[in-house]
């Protein structure tokens, strides 16, 4: 093998080893970003009674439960199978490699054998001396040369493949040792699966053997949602109508921005999809928009946001620099929090207690309050964008994983 072939072999290696940790570490970081959520899954089911109120939100967090640890067993199935490609290929390059180095060490020992036949310097002279003419003699000098530089080129290749046939060796143990940790990983995953699915379908015959009563609830329930989402929305109309009095230009449904207004509307625009959680801790519960009931037919639950499960007494950060529009408390002593950031404003539902007041400048990460955790064990923020006077969905907003 020349010194190119050689050099591009290392390249190529190189390459296929930092994209395959890459991979490697893309997986690890996304089964840690799941493993959170089964452990918030966990931590939810327990602290939930198991009354036949709650009955219907066990099952749910259940079902959301059972899909994370299935979307877990997959990542390490891809982890098993990188990791089986990598031994794979260590394993092949290992092969090439002991065929390599015995080729080179045989033919670097008749190199010897050859050279130690003639290597005395008499030897050498009269090779030179015996040269026809002053061209044959440096060409034969150059030749010694030459000779001597790929003795000593044959002997680096031997010791630099040596070495890697060592460290590969080295790499197929602990990649061994690593595929059998994730096999066990796996197995245990998928006897927790199970485990899971049998309480699922435990809770299911539960929920079935009185599913009218259970209809009724969560349409009722459906119903002060609307309420609060109507609430919401006449809310920010009105505090459209009330930027727009006596302004020129103004456009009905939209803000009417001052210059500072829009440069933070800008921003706030061009940080879409890179936008933090308003929770540190969490599960989605909840997606934006109209959606079949997890657990009963024939039930389609509205969504103007996202619901953010947590643990008990999280706090609920600003998502965006921005300014305080309003803080509401509800009958019940219930809060929300109203932020404006130009055009866009973050709502910031049930909420126990806020640190924040109508006129407060705010910024990225400031906490406005405590969420809520109701007779259920179930901490939850209710999150609502809006860009004017409508809905966004909050998921093309924030920081994608």
């Not at 630099?160 to 690593?178: C, H, P, T």
């Not at 509401?328 to 932020?339: C, D, F, M, R, W």
Request: hydrophobic share 35%; proline share 2%; charged share 30%.
């Amino acid at each position: 093998m020349g010194r190119k072939s050689l050099l591009f072999t290392i390249l190529f290696l190189s390459f296929a080893f930092a994209k395959a940790q890459s991979e490697k570490a893309q997986l690890e970081a996304k089964k840690a970003r799941i493993q959170a959520e089964i452990n918030q899954f966990s931590r939810l089911l327990s602290n939930v009674k198991k009354e036949s109120k709650t009955m219907v939100l066990l099952v749910e967090t259940i079902d959301k439960k059972i899909a994370s640890t299935q979307e877990l067993i997959n990542i390490t199935n891809k982890q098993a199978n990188l990791i089986t490609r990598s031994i794979k290929k260590n394993t092949d390059e290992n092969a090439k490699l002991k065929k390599e180095i015995k080729t080179q060490k045989e033919e670097y020992a008749r190199m010897i054998v050859k050279a130690y036949k003639s290597k005395n310097e008499q030897s050498r002279l009269m090779f030179l001396l015996s040269s026809e003419d002053f061209l044959q003699a440096y060409k034969r000098v150059q030749y010694l040369k030459s000779y001597a530089d790929y003795r000593k080129k044959q002997a680096d290749e031997i010791t630099a493949k040596s070495m890697r046939l060592e460290q590969i060796n080295k790499d197929l143990q602990e990649e061994k040792k690593q595929k059998q940790e994730v096999l066990k990983i796996n197995k245990q995953q998928r006897i927790a699966l199970q485990k899971d699915k049998q309480e699922q379908e435990n809770l299911l015959a539960v929920v079935k053997q009185d599913e009218k009563k259970y209809s009724k609830e969560i349409r009722e329930a459906s119903k002060e949602r609307a309420i609060i989402n109507r609430q919401i929305q006449k809310l920010i109309e009105a505090d459209i109508a009330a930027s727009n009095k006596g302004k020129t230009g103004a456009v009905k449904g939209k803000f009417y921005l001052s210059p500072e207004a829009k440069v933070l509307a800008n921003n706030f625009k061009s940080n879409k999809g890179k936008l933090p959680y308003p929770v540190d801790e969490f599960i989605i519960s909840r997606k934006y928009g109209d959606q079949p009931h997890p657990v009963l037919a024939g039930i389609k639950i509205a969504s103007n946001g996202l619901r953010f499960q947590a643990p008990s007494n999280s706090p609920a950060k600003a998502i965006f620099t921005g300014e305080v529009v309003r803080v509401q408390k509800a009958a019940n002593g219930i809060l929300s929090v109203y932020i404006r950031h130009g055009n866009y404003t973050s709502v910031y539902g049930n909420l126990k207690s806020v640190v924040v007041q109508k006129g407060n400048q705010i910024k990225t990460q400031d906490i406005i309050g405590t969420v809520f955790t109701d007779n259920s064990g179930v901490t939850e923020l209710r999150f609502v964008l809006m860009e004017d006077s409508h809905t966004v969905d909050p998921a093309g907003w924030l920081l994608r994983f």
